[in-house]
């Protein structure tokens, strides 16, 4: 499954537990806390790995950089202490130092390309999530829009159920008052003229 699928599994649920709740006056439902937490939990973790790895990527954004700094100034470290040598156990002090300036160029290069290389895919991948997660957003968004416009008509049906309910009721009423008065006035014939008066 893959985790688009299950975002909106997840939605889903999270709808059936709406619908679980005990309804309120207008639109509202009491949910239990931990049934939402839990389905909300399960969402964030459902998210696409992109945005998590872009997260990631982000908060090591400095560590990378840090890193590739350290392993610069060691690799210059490391050819400083060999020119030393090599000048200290030979005459060629220019081929040297011209070597160890091209390394020293060489690394400082390197590891501008490494460090623009890790920023260039920290901001592609972030704009990817962002990208994804708008459209999961804007999905819930229709999503929700949807579920409460079908929410309206089901109330609205039910309040039509519940008036029509209402006036098949009053009818009931009546013609049982009539038949009442009927009753009566074929039990009291001396009655009969005041029952159809009124």
């Given at each position: 499954m893959n985790s688009q699928q299950k975002v909106y599994d997840l939605m889903s649920e999270l709808e059936d537990a709406l619908d679980k709740g005990l309804p309120l006056p207008?639109?509202?439902?009491?949910?239990?806390?931990?049934t939402?937490?839990?389905?909300?939990?399960?969402?964030?973790?459902?998210?696409?790995?992109e945005i998590k790895e872009a997260r990631s990527l982000l908060r090591r954004k400095?560590?990378?950089?840090?890193?590739?700094?350290?392993?610069a100034e060691k690799i210059i470290n490391d050819a400083q202490n060999e020119a030393s040598r090599l000048l200290s156990e030979s005459d060629i002090l220019r081929q040297?130092?011209?070597?160890?300036?091209?390394?020293?160029?060489q690394v400082?290069?390197?590891?501008?390309?490494?460090?623009?290389?890790?920023?260039?895919?920290?901001?592609?991948?972030?704009?990817?999530?962002?990208?994804?997660?708008?459209?999961?957003k804007?999905?819930?968004?229709?999503?929700?829009?949807?579920?409460?416009?079908?929410?309206?008509?089901?109330?609205?049906?039910?309040?039509?159920?519940?008036?029509?309910?209402?006036?098949?009721?009053?009818?009931?009423r009546m013609e049982a008052e009539a038949q009442t008065s009927s009753n009566y006035a074929n039990q009291r014939p001396e009655y009969v003229q005041d029952f159809s008066m009124r």
């Open positions: 207008g639109y509202f439902a009491i949910v239990k806390k931990d939402v937490t839990n389905i909300l939990d399960d969402l964030y973790a459902a998210l696409p790995d400095d560590e990378l950089q840090y890193e590739a700094q350290q392993k040297v130092q011209k070597k160890v300036d091209e390394i020293k160029e400082i290069t390197e590891c501008e390309e490494i460090k623009r290389k890790a920023i260039d895919e920290a901001e592609s991948i972030r704009y990817q999530a962002i990208d994804e997660a708008t459209k999961i804007d999905g819930a968004s229709v999503y929700a829009e949807q579920l409460l416009v079908n929410l309206e008509q089901n109330l609205s049906q039910m309040q039509e159920v519940v008036k029509n309910g209402q006036v098949a009721l009053e009818k009931r």
